[in-house]
C-alpha cells in the first residue's frame, strides 16, 4: 500500500479497501522507523494526524468528502501551521508557533488532505543540499551518504522513501526541482504568482514560489487542483482562472514542439546525465513530440543576478528575525545592539548570514546600481530569452541539474560550486515560468531528472508531458531497496 | 570676515497625516486610537513569518485626492518600497513606503504671509507609507514596553520645498495642509493623539549668500505652537553657532518642549543608509485617468473657495471668512446654521460670539456642540421674525446650550415671547409715566439736548417691566408719542 499513488490512495479509500486512520497509520510507523536514518522530518504529527484519519473516515462514511479526504501528505517546514511548529530550518525559529495557517496549508486541510508532519529544509530554503539545516542534514534514500539536494530535501526524501506518499516544496532557484531529481520524484515549480505564498516564510518574494513533489505527474495536478489560485492574502497571485490540471493529463503530445537549448546541453553537463536526458527526448519523440534546437544565451549569467536578488531580498525579509515579538532571543542582552546582534548571531546559520551580507551589501548606498540594478536588468534580459524561445516552441526540456545527487559535506564548504549545481534551475525562477522535473534514468543507482519549462500558465500542458512520459516509461515506479 | 548683519532663514517641512482609513494600509486592522496595547495588530502588523502586506485603496484614493487638490502630478505608475532598518516598534525590519515614483509630486498651496501678501509654496512629493509602532521607554522599570498597535497606520508624508524664510511662514504653510487634509475627509487632523504631526528642516545663511547652510532637522512636532517655537529656537542657536565662529552640523535633533530646546539626536554618521529597494510583495499601483477623474469628483469646496464665496456672494467680511473657512466643521456649522434662516451675518455674528466662547469655555469640539447648528439657525430665525429680541436670544441661547430643548420650546415654557402688541405696551408705558411723575417733569423742562437721557431711562424701566419682552422699537416710538403728546 505503501507504494501507492494519491490516485491508487483514493481508489483504495473510495473502494474501503483501507481506512484513513490504518493509511495514517502505516505511514506514521514508516516514518517513526526510517526518520532517524533519513532526518527528512522535523517535526511529526502523529496524534493530530490520527485524529484527523478518524474524522476523515466518518467524513467518508457520511458521504461529506473530497477526492483526497484522509490522505497523507507531508508539509514542507517553511509553510505556517497553527499550533504545530513551523521551524524553517532553523535554530531562530525553534520554538515558533504560527498563530495561523498558510493559504496552501488551509486549502490543503479543506480538501481533507492529513498532515504527516513537517519536513527538513535548508535553513530558511537557502542551500541545495539541506546541509544547511539547523536539524542536521538529510539523507538522500538512494544512498545515505549523499544529499538530497534542496531546500526541499526532507520532502524529496520522505516521498522518494515513500514515508508519504506525496508532499509540498517550496522553489526559489530550484529547491523543488533539484531535490526531485536528486530524489527520482516528480516535481513541479508554478508559474510565479499561482500558488499563494500566504503563510510560506519568505526567501526571496520575487522568486518564493510552492508547489507539488510527487511520485508522478498525475498526483502533481491533483495537489494543483487544490493549491492554485488567486489569494486576497497575496498581492502577487494572480488573478487569471486556474486550469482543471487534470483534465489534459491524457491529451496527446503528437506534433509536441520541444526546444533544446544548446546552453543547457553544453561542457557544464555530465555525460552520463547528458546520455540520460537525451534517451528520455527520444521517448517524448517517439510519443510524436518533435525536438528542435533554441537557444537561451544569457543562461551564464543567471547565476550571478540570481545570487544578487535573492540575497537582497532574503537580507529585507530576515530582518524581522530580531529576537523582539519570536523567535530565538539571545539569554541577557546587555542593550539593543547586544539584543539584535547576539540573537542574530545565534539564531541564524551560516549560510544565512552569508545571504544577508550579501544582500545587505548590494543594496548598499554606492552599490545599488551597479548589483541591484544590474541583475535586475539581466533578469529581464533572461525573461526576454525565454519569450523568445517561446515563440516557436511548446515546452522547453534539459537536464534538472548538471549531474547526480552529490556527497555531503562535498560541497558545503565551496558555496560557489554549491551555487553552480542550480544552473539549469535559477532561471526559471528569474523569469517566473512554471517548470517540472520528472525522473528519467539512473547513473551508478542514483536518479536523474528531466527538466521541462513551460511557457507562463502552462503548469497544464507541462503535466501533460510528463504524465504521457510517465505512461510509457517506468522510473518514477523506481523506490530505493533499502525502503522496499 | 565681515560678520553679517542679516541672516536668512530657510526651512522645509515634512508633514505626516495619518489618513483617515478604517483599516491599516496594509492589513485588516482597526485604525481606532486609543486602544489597549497590541489589541489592534494583526499578524500582518506584527510581521510574523510567512505573512503578506495588501495595500489599501482607500489609502491610494486619499493620496490621489490630495495631490489633485494641490494640483500635483499623479503618475500613471506608483511604486512601494522598503525602507530597512532596525528598531523594536519596526516589526519588519523594514518599513514599506516610496522612495522612487511617488504617489504625488510637484504640488504647490498658496499661504498669506506678513502684510496680508501671498506666497506660493511647492510641494516636492508626498507619498505613502505605513507607521511604525510607540515604544515606551519609561514605565517598564528600565526596559522598553513596545506598543503595536499604530504599526501599519496609513500616513501621507508630505515633503515641501525649502520655500518658508520664518517660523510664522512655516506655520502658515502648517495650517493651510492642516485645513485642506480635513476639508478633503482624509485626516482628522488631530495633532494630540498624532494624526497630524511634523519635522522641520531648518538652515540658516547670510541673505547675500546663494547657497543654503547645513540643516538640521527637528523631530517630535505636535502642536503649532511648538514648531513654532522649536523653529525660532533652532535659527537662535544656529546663528549663535556661527557667529561664534563655530559651525552647525547636519544632525536630526529632538525638540524639548519642557525646557523649550532642541538636542541632538544623531548626526549624519550615524544616519542609516536605508537600503531603499521596491517592495516585491506589492505590485506597482496603476493609475488611471477614469480613477483621477472619479476622486476629483469627490474634492468638495476647498478653504480657499469657500472663503472668497462668503466674502463675495454672502458680504461677509474677511475677517468672518478667514474664521468661518478656518476648518471645515465649523464652515459645515455655519452653512447648516444659515439654511435655516439666509441671514450670514447674523449667523457668523452668533457662530463666532456666544457660540464660540460657549465652545472654548468648555472645549468642546464644534461637531459636537449641544446647540446644534439647526438648533441655532432656528433661533436666529426667531430674532429676525421679532419672536424674541437679541437680548432675550441670550437667554434662550444659554437654555439651549443647557439642553433644556429647542428655542420655540424654551421662549413657550419661559414665557420669553416679545411683546408686540401695541396695547400692551401702550398698558405698560401708561404705568411707568403714573410712576415716575418726577422723571416725566423732567423730560418736559429739560433742553432736547438732554432728552435722550430720560428716554433711555423710561425704556429701561419698561423693559425691567416687561422682563426684558416689550419690542424695544415699537416702545421707543410709543413712548416717544405719550410724552410730547
Known amino acids: 500500500?505503501?507504494?501507492?499513488?494519491?490516485?491508487?490512495?483514493?481508489?483504495?479509500?473510495?473502494?474501503?479497501?483501507?481506512?484513513?486512520?490504518?493509511?495514517?497509520?502505516?505511514?506514521?510507523?514508516?516514518?517513526?522507523?526510517?526518520?532517524?536514518?533519513?532526518?527528512?522530518?522535523?517535526?511529526?504529527?502523529?496524534?493530530?494526524?490520527?485524529?484527523?484519519?478518524?474524522?476523515?473516515?466518518?467524513?467518508?462514511?457520511?458521504?461529506?468528502?473530497?477526492?483526497?479526504?484522509?490522505?497523507?501528505?507531508?508539509?514542507?517546514?517553511?509553510?505556517?501551521?497553527?499550533?504545530?511548529?513551523?521551524?524553517?530550518?532553523?535554530?531562530?525559529?525553534?520554538?515558533?508557533?504560527?498563530?495561523?495557517?498558510?493559504?496552501?496549508?488551509?486549502?490543503?486541510?479543506?480538501?481533507?488532505?492529513?498532515?504527516?508532519?513537517?519536513?527538513?529544509?535548508?535553513?530558511?530554503?537557502?542551500?541545495?543540499?539541506?546541509?544547511?539545516?539547523?536539524?542536521?542534514?538529510?539523507?538522500?534514500?538512494?544512498?545515505?551518504?549523499?544529499?538530497?539536494?534542496?531546500?526541499?530535501?526532507?520532502?524529496?526524501?520522505?516521498?522518494?522513501?515513500?514515508?508519504?506518499?506525496?508532499?509540498?516544496?517550496?522553489?526559489?532557484?530550484?529547491?523543488?526541482?533539484?531535490?526531485?531529481?536528486?530524489?527520482?520524484?516528480?516535481?513541479?515549480?508554478?508559474?510565479?504568482?499561482?500558488?499563494?505564498?500566504?503563510?510560506?516564510?519568505?526567501?526571496?518574494?520575487?522568486?518564493?514560489?510552492?508547489?507539488?513533489?510527487?511520485?508522478?505527474?498525475?498526483?502533481?495536478a491533483l495537489i494543483m487542483n487544490i493549491i492554485a489560485g488567486f489569494d486576497e492574502h497575496d498581492s502577487t497571485s494572480t488573478e487569471k482562472p486556474t486550469d482543471n490540471y487534470t483534465e489534459k493529463l491524457n491529451n496527446s503530445i503528437k506534433g509536441l514542439k520541444i526546444g533544446l537549448p544548446k546552453q543547457y546541453f553544453d561542457e557544464n553537463l555530465d555525460n552520463n546525465v547528458a546520455e540520460v536526458i537525451e534517451n528520455g527526448l527520444k521517448e517524448l519523440e517517439k510519443l510524436g513530440a518533435k525536438c528542435v534546437d533554441v537557444e537561451l544565451p544569457h543562461t551564464e549569467l543567471s547565476i550571478p543576478a540570481y545570487y544578487v536578488v535573492a540575497p537582497a531580498e532574503c537580507s529585507s525579509n530576515l530582518s524581522r528575525y530580531d529576537g523582539v515579538r519570536f523567535g530565538h532571543r539571545c539569554k541577557e542582552p546587555k542593550d539593543l545592539s547586544d539584543l539584535y546582534c547576539r540573537s542574530r548571531q545565534e539564531g541564524f546559520g551560516k549560510e544565512v548570514k552569508r545571504r544577508i551580507m550579501t544582500g545587505t551589501y548590494v543594496l548598499s548606498a554606492g552599490y545599488y546600481d551597479a548589483y541591484y540594478i544590474k541583475a535586475q536588468k539581466i533578469r529581464q534580459?533572461?525573461?526576454?530569452?525565454?519569450?523568445?524561445?517561446?515563440?516557436?516552441?511548446?515546452?522547453?526540456?534539459?537536464?534538472?541539474?548538471?549531474?547526480?545527487?552529490?556527497?555531503?559535506?562535498?560541497?558545503?564548504?565551496?558555496?560557489?560550486?554549491?551555487?553552480l549545481s542550480d544552473l539549469y534551475t535559477v532561471s526559471v525562477n528569474l523569469a517566473g515560468l512554471p517548470a517540472i522535473s520528472v525522473p528519467s534514468g539512473f547513473i551508478n543507482k542514483l536518479p536523474v531528472g528531466m527538466q521541462l519549462i513551460g511557457n507562463y500558465f502552462q503548469e497544464s500542458l507541462l503535466m501533460n508531458v510528463a504524465h504521457q512520459y510517465q505512461k510509457v516509461t517506468d522510473w518514477h515506479q523506481k523506490i530505493p531497496q533499502a525502503y522496499e | 570676515m565681515n560678520k553679517p548683519t542679516e541672516w536668512e532663514t530657510v526651512i522645509g517641512l515634512e508633514i505626516?497625516?495619518?489618513?483617515?482609513?478604517?483599516?491599516?494600509?496594509?492589513?485588516?486592522?482597526?485604525?481606532?486610537?486609543?486602544?489597549?496595547?497590541?489589541?489592534?495588530?494583526?499578524?500582518?502588523?506584527?510581521?510574523?513569518?510567512?505573512?503578506?502586506?495588501?495595500?489599501?485603496?482607500?489609502?491610494?484614493?486619499?493620496?490621489?485626492?490630495?495631490?489633485?487638490?494641490?494640483?500635483?502630478?499623479?503618475?500613471?505608475?506608483?511604486?512601494?518600497?522598503r525602507k530597512n532598518y532596525f528598531y523594536p516598534d519596526l516589526p519588519k525590519g523594514y518599513q514599506i513606503s516610496q522612495f522612487e515614483l511617488p504617489i504625488v509630486s510637484n504640488g504647490l498651496i498658496e499661504i498669506v504671509i506678513?502684510?496680508?501678501?501671498?506666497?506660493?509654496?511647492?510641494?516636492?512629493?508626498?507619498?505613502?507609507?505605513?507607521?511604525?509602532?510607540?515604544?515606551?521607554?519609561?514605565?517598564?522599570?528600565?526596559?522598553?514596553?513596545?506598543?503595536?498597535?499604530?504599526?501599519?497606520?496609513?500616513?501621507?508624508?508630505?515633503?515641501?520645498?525649502?520655500?518658508?524664510?520664518?517660523?510664522?511662514?512655516?506655520?502658515?504653510?502648517?495650517?493651510?495642509?492642516?485645513?485642506?487634509?480635513?476639508?478633503?475627509?482624509?485626516?482628522?487632523?488631530?495633532?494630540?493623539?498624532?494624526?497630524?504631526?511634523?519635522?522641520?528642516?531648518?538652515?540658516?545663511?547670510?541673505?547675500?549668500?546663494?547657497?543654503?547652510?547645513?540643516?538640521?532637522?527637528?523631530?517630535?512636532?505636535?502642536?503649532?505652537?511648538?514648531?513654532?517655537?522649536?523653529?525660532?529656537?533652532?535659527?537662535?542657536?544656529?546663528?549663535?553657532?556661527?557667529?561664534?565662529?563655530?559651525?552647525?552640523?547636519?544632525?536630526?535633533?529632538?525638540?524639548?518642549?519642557?525646557?523649550?530646546?532642541?538636542?541632538?539626536?544623531?548626526?549624519?554618521?550615524?544616519?542609516?543608509?536605508?537600503?531603499?529597494?521596491?517592495?516585491?510583495?506589492?505590485?506597482?499601483?496603476?493609475?488611471?485617468?477614469?480613477?483621477?477623474?472619479?476622486?476629483?469628483?469627490l474634492i468638495p469646496e476647498l478653504p480657499d473657495a469657500k472663503r472668497m464665496r462668503y466674502q463675495n456672494e454672502l458680504g461677509l467680511s474677511e475677517y468672518d471668512s478667514d474664521n468661518l473657512t478656518a476648518n471645515p466643521d465649523i464652515a459645515n456649522y455655519f452653512e447648516t446654521t444659515m439654511v435655516a434662516n439666509g441671514d450670514a451675518k447674523m449667523c457668523a455674528n452668533w457662530i463666532m460670539g456666544d457660540l464660540s466662547a460657549s465652545l472654548n469655555k468648555e472645549n468642546i469640539n464644534i461637531k459636537n456642540s449641544p446647540v446644534t447648528?439647526?438648533?441655532?439657525?432656528?433661533?436666529?430665525?426667531?430674532?429676525?421674525?421679532?419672536?424674541?429680541?437679541?437680548?432675550?436670544?441670550?437667554?434662550?441661547?444659554?437654555?439651549?446650550?443647557?439642553?433644556?430643548?429647542?428655542?420655540?420650546?424654551?421662549?413657550?415654557?419661559?414665557?420669553?415671547?416679545?411683546v408686540t402688541d401695541l396695547s400692551e405696551i401702550e398698558n405698560l408705558i401708561d404705568v411707568i409715566i403714573a410712576e415716575n411723575t418726577i422723571q416725566v417733569k423732567q423730560y418736559k423742562n429739560c433742553p432736547a439736548d438732554k432728552k435722550q437721557k430720560f428716554i433711555s431711562f423710561f425704556i429701561g424701566q419698561i423693559m425691567k417691566k416687561s422682563k426684558g419682552k416689550a419690542n424695544p422699537i415699537q416702545a421707543n416710538e410709543l413712548l416717544k408719542e405719550k410724552l410730547n403728546g
Open chain 2, 114 to 297: 506678513e502684510n496680508k501678501k501671498k506666497k506660493i509654496i511647492k510641494i516636492t512629493r508626498a507619498h505613502l507609507e505605513e507607521d511604525a509602532g510607540k515604544s515606551n521607554h519609561d514605565q517598564f522599570n528600565g526596559c522598553t514596553g513596545i506598543d503595536l498597535n499604530r504599526a501599519g497606520n496609513p500616513l501621507l508624508e508630505i515633503v515641501s520645498e525649502p520655500d518658508m524664510n520664518n517660523a510664522k511662514e512655516a506655520i502658515s504653510y502648517l495650517k493651510k495642509i492642516h485645513s485642506l487634509v480635513r476639508y478633503l475627509e482624509i485626516c482628522d487632523g488631530n495633532m494630540q493623539e498624532g494624526s497630524f504631526r511634523c519635522d522641520a528642516n531648518v538652515s540658516v545663511k547670510p541673505t547675500q549668500q546663494k547657497e543654503l547652510g547645513t540643516r538640521t532637522e527637528i523631530k517630535n512636532l505636535n502642536s503649532f505652537k511648538f514648531i513654532e517655537a522649536a523653529i525660532n529656537h533652532e535659527v537662535e542657536r544656529q546663528i549663535n553657532l556661527i557667529e561664534s565662529g563655530k559651525i552647525v552640523t547636519q544632525e536630526t535633533r529632538l525638540y524639548d518642549a519642557n525646557k523649550n530646546e532642541t538636542r541632538s539626536m544623531r548626526s549624519k554618521e550615524e544616519a542609516n543608509d536605508y537600503r531603499y529597494f521596491p517592495d516585491p510583495d506589492l505590485l506597482p499601483v496603476l493609475i488611471t485617468e477614469e480613477i483621477k477623474k472619479i476622486v476629483r469628483e
Open chain 1, 1 to 220: 500500500m505503501y507504494k501507492s499513488t494519491l490516485v491508487q490512495l483514493s481508489t483504495a479509500l473510495e473502494s474501503k479497501k483501507i481506512s484513513s486512520e490504518e493509511l495514517i497509520r502505516l505511514y506514521i510507523e514508516r516514518c517513526n522507523k526510517h526518520n532517524n536514518s533519513l532526518n527528512c522530518f522535523i517535526t511529526i504529527t502523529e496524534e493530530e494526524a490520527l485524529k484527523k484519519a478518524r474524522q476523515a473516515d466518518k467524513k467518508r462514511a457520511s458521504g461529506d468528502y473530497n477526492l483526497l479526504t484522509g490522505i497523507p501528505i507531508a508539509q514542507k517546514d517553511i509553510f505556517c501551521t497553527s499550533g504545530t511548529k513551523t521551524t524553517c530550518g532553523s535554530k531562530m525559529l525553534d520554538n515558533f508557533i504560527a498563530p495561523y495557517d498558510a493559504t496552501l496549508i488551509k486549502k490543503m486541510n479543506n480538501a481533507g488532505l492529513i498532515m504527516l508532519g513537517k519536513t527538513n529544509m535548508d535553513e530558511f530554503a537557502m542551500g541545495s543540499s539541506n546541509e544547511t539545516s539547523f536539524y542536521g542534514p538529510v539523507k538522500n534514500p538512494w544512498d545515505e551518504s549523499r544529499v538530497p539536494g534542496g531546500s526541499s530535501g526532507g520532502s524529496a526524501s520522505a516521498v522518494a522513501a515513500r514515508l508519504s506518499p506525496a508532499a509540498t516544496g517550496t522553489d526559489t532557484g530550484g529547491s523543488i526541482r533539484q531535490p526531485s531529481s536528486f530524489c527520482g520524484i516528480t516535481g513541479l515549480k508554478p508559474t510565479y504568482g499561482r500558488v499563494s505564498r500566504y503563510g510560506m516564510v519568505a526567501f526571496a518574494s520575487s522568486l518564493d514560489q510552492g508547489g507539488p513533489m510527487t511520485q508522478t505527474a498525475e498526483d502533481a
Open chain 1, 381 to 419: 534580459i533572461i525573461s526576454n530569452d525565454f519569450k523568445n524561445v517561446f515563440k516557436n516552441v511548446d515546452i522547453i526540456a534539459g537536464p534538472t541539474t548538471t549531474g547526480v545527487a552529490f556527497k555531503l559535506n562535498e560541497k558545503l564548504n565551496d558555496p560557489i560550486s554549491m551555487y
Open chain 2, 373 to 418: 447648528a439647526k438648533m441655532l439657525g432656528d433661533m436666529i430665525n426667531l430674532i429676525k421674525d421679532k419672536t424674541i429680541s437679541g437680548k432675550i436670544a441670550k437667554i434662550v441661547f444659554e437654555a439651549m446650550w443647557n439642553k433644556e430643548g429647542e428655542a420655540i420650546s424654551i421662549i413657550e415654557n419661559k414665557d420669553l415671547k416679545q
Open chain 2, 16 to 81: 505626516h497625516a495619518q489618513l483617515a482609513t478604517k483599516s491599516k494600509i496594509f492589513s485588516g486592522a482597526s485604525t481606532i486610537y486609543g486602544a489597549k496595547p497590541n489589541t489592534q495588530a494583526c499578524a500582518v502588523d506584527l510581521g510574523l513569518p510567512g505573512v503578506l502586506p495588501v495595500i489599501n485603496e482607500q489609502a491610494i484614493l486619499m493620496a490621489i485626492k490630495f495631490g489633485l487638490a494641490i494640483g500635483a502630478e499623479i503618475p500613471e505608475r506608483s511604486v512601494f518600497a
